[in-house]
T-cell receptor, first 113, second 113 residues
Framework: GNSVTQMEGPVTLSEEAFLTINCTYTATGYPSLFWYVQYPGEGLQLLLKATKADDKGSNKGFEATYRKETTSFHLEKGSVQVSDSAVYFCALSALSGFQKLVFGTGTRLLVSP | DVKVTQSSRYLVKRTGEKVFLECVQDMDHENMFWYRQDPGLGLRLIYFSYDVKMKEKGDIPEGYSVSREKKERFSLILESASTNQTSMYLC????????????FGQGTRLTVV
């Protein structure tokens, strides 16, 4: 079946450090890939997405590239801020999945001043 | 501004009670979902609906049922609440197109005592 694997957290960084959160997936066909962010006490909101191989999604300084050869969609940011502290979820949507989004377990990011 | 609204942010219920969690979306989306979120387990799909009166079981449907009498409203029902159903519940909606994102409500934190 379809699945998403994320690196375990928490990831602890100092402000202005470089961020990478790894995400790999298993799916039939060509899924769409998403990163969602959840700030404390809130629901999930879309951070970025990519819908085909080699697409790069970007938003708020975050980027992720859809790599079909390595079945990966790693999230990166060049310089994190304290306000980026949140839980980040990688997700996929596949044709075989009835419009469902399949999520990873989430990675908590803690950024200190 | 698109919106998914869950009826309660916090609920405390007693073991054995029947519990209703309500979700309303204003985007005319065909698909609606109920997830539960637990630490270390990420988001797990309970039920989803792809049309009015249509429903499909997700990964963890036991102890839950759902109702979708109108397109904009999707209800999650705990027939007899138990302490292991204490969790954060997230509702989401999504259009019928593969490449679109899901929109989430703010979540309901349910405590069963």
């Amino acid at each position: 079946g379809n699945s998403v694997t994320q690196m375990e957290g928490p990831v602890t960084l100092s402000e202005e450090a470089f961020l990478t959160i790894n995400c790999t997936y298993t799916a039939t066909g060509y899924p769409s890939l998403f990163w969602y962010v959840q700030y404390p006490g809130e629901g999930l909101q879309l951070l970025l997405k990519a819908t085909k191989a080699d697409d790069k999604g970007s938003n708020k300084g975050f980027e992720a590239t859809y790599r079909k050869e390595t079945t990966s969609f790693h999230l990166e940011k060049g310089s994190v801020q304290v306000s980026d502290s949140a839980v980040y979820f990688c997700a996929l949507s596949a044709l075989s999945g009835f419009q469902k989004l399949v999520f990873g377990t989430g990675t908590r990011l803690l950024v200190s001043p | 501004d698109v919106k998914v609204t869950q009826s309660s942010r916090y609920l405390v219920k007693r073991t054995g009670e029947k519990v209703f969690l309500e979700c309303v979306q204003d985007m005319d989306h065909e698909n609606m979902f109920w997830y539960r979120q637990d630490p270390g387990l990420g988001l797990r799909l309970i039920y989803f609906s792809y049309d009015v009166k249509m429903k499909e079981k997700g990964d963890i449907p036991e102890g839950y049922s759902v109702s979708r009498e109108k397109k904009e409203r999707f209800s999650l029902i705990l027939e007899s609440a138990s302490t292991n159903q204490t969790s954060m519940y997230l509702c989401a909606s999504r259009s019928g197109h593969l490449n679109t994102e899901a929109f989430f409500g703010q979540g309901t934190r349910l405590t069963v005592v």
